[in-house]
């Protein structure tokens, strides 16, 4: 029997409505689905614009780091309202009274007598950032500032700290702040002299000659003086080292007219080395690096002959060859010979690493004052150190001496070196 269209609308009378029922059910959940990718579209524009914010005053951060750095290198002229002729160093970029202007009253060192600071918060008396935009308020354009401190209290008696520590705090629109901190040494490389000339020897000890090839003399005549005693500190070194016994035995021994201040030569061990002069793999290594830093600041020299920098200005030559040098101040590497005549007077550090001989010609009245190393060794190949020759001949006075402020001097040309950089 066949049910009529009429019986099967009366037997499905309850069902009347569900398709409205699922209609609205569907469009609620499209008009959910609609509204969530509403709101996370957005919250992904507002994200998008903190985050431009937010690498903005990375950016302003950066940039503040980058010019003290600049002040720190020696590129930045102090405040017209500092004293005539201040230099910046590391003892007075990280004192309050030295780092900053003497209108500034803050008791952070923040480089306020290099860095122009310009920006005066609403109440306060003195401004507190440096803006990089000319229109900055703390919710439009960028600014920094620069706190400066020495990680390891380095006392005063001590001299300049060897590291400082820079936190900069980078400013962006929208109230954006990020912090940035830099550890940077003072210098590139790390030498404390263990005598006034050194002589690295040759690795298997072949001792240097002083009476037939003539590889370590030291003169004739009773005018020139050699000494280890500090001309600053007052400090006693040996006037000569070697790395071997046989070496340190033949200094003394070339030292027949008593011209050299006691005590006259000493061995140094390995371990009191510099850590770029106990291999030849390490001093390779250091004059790479060396080189590529000399490429940098436009010191670099195939050859080279007269002064390299002044008393007044100290320079930083790196000379891959031979270099005769009358004179001069800073700091000297010689991977060929170096050849000193005339008058050669120079106060700094001089490295001969590579061809490893020097040779004074006399005749002349001049002072080199600081520290001298040599040291013998193929530069661009293989193979460990050889035999060293330092060989002065002819008469004149002249005085090669030991000067400590000499030596930091010539470390601090190079500029100072980051170790470490981080967001905090």
Not at 67 to 87: F, I
Not at 259 to 280: D, G
């Amino acid at each position: 029997m066949f049910e009529t269209a009429q019986s099967i609308c009366n037997k499905r009378r309850d069902e009347r409505g569900a398709a409205l029922l699922t209609v609205l059910m569907i469009s609620a959940l499209l008009l959910s689905t609609g509204g969530a990718l509403l709101l996370v579209s957005s919250m992904a524009m507002r994200t998008a614009v903190d985050s431009t914010a937010e690498m903005q005053a990375y950016y302003a951060a950066e940039a503040g780091m980058q010019s003290t750095l600049n002040v720190l290198r020696g590129n930045v002229a102090p405040n017209a309202s500092l004293p005539e002729g201040t230099q910046i160093n590391f003892r007075g970029a990280m004192t309050a009274s030295t780092s900053n202007a003497p209108s500034d009253t803050s008791t952070t060192a923040r480089l306020s007598g290099w860095l122009n600071y310009d920006y005066t918060p609403t109440g306060e008396s003195a401004p507190d950032r440096v803006t990089l935009s000319s229109s900055y308020t703390p919710t439009t354009g960028l600014a920094y500032s620069v706190a400066v401190t020495d990680p390891d209290n380095t006392p005063v008696a001590s001299g300049e700290p060897s590291r400082l520590l820079l936190r900069v705090t980078g400013y962006g629109p929208k109230g954006a702040v990020k912090k940035l901190e830099l550890l940077v040494k003072r210098t590139t490389f790390d030498y404390v002299p263990a005598s006034m000339l050194l002589m690295r020897g040759a690795a298997d000890c072949s001792p240097m000659t002083f009476t037939s090839d003539l590889e370590f003399t030291i003169g004739n005549s009773n005018a020139k003086e050699y000494s280890g005693h500090d001309r600053v500190s007052g400090a006693i070194l040996p006037t000569f080292g070697a790395t071997c016994n046989a070496d340190r035995d033949l200094e003394i021994a070339a030292d027949g007219k008593d011209t050299a201040a006691a005590p006259k030569a000493e061995t140094v061990s390995n371990s009191s080395l510099p850590q770029w002069l106990r291999s030849a793999n390490d001093a390779r290594a250091f004059l790479a690096d060396q080189k590529a830093s000399a490429i940098g600041q436009g010191r670099y020299f195939t050859e080279f002959s007269g002064d390299s920098g002044s008393s007044s200005s100290p320079a930083f030559t790196f000379v891959d060859g031979d270099c005769s040098l009358s004179g001069g101040a800073g700091l000297v590497i010689v991977t060929g010979n170096l050849t000193m005549s005339g008058n050669p007077s120079f106060s700094g550090l001089i490295l001969v690493l590579g061809g490893g001989h020097v040779q004074r010609n006399g005749g002349g009245n001049g002072d080199i004052l600081g520290a001298v190393i040599v040291a013998k060794f193929n530069v661009n190949g293989s193979g460990d150190f050889q035999a060293p020759v330092f060989d002065t001949n002819g008469g004149g006075n002249s005085l090669m001496q030991y000067d400590s402020a000499a030596v930091r001097s010539a470390l601090n040309i190079v500029g100072p070196r980051t170790l470490g950089f981080h967001e905090f």
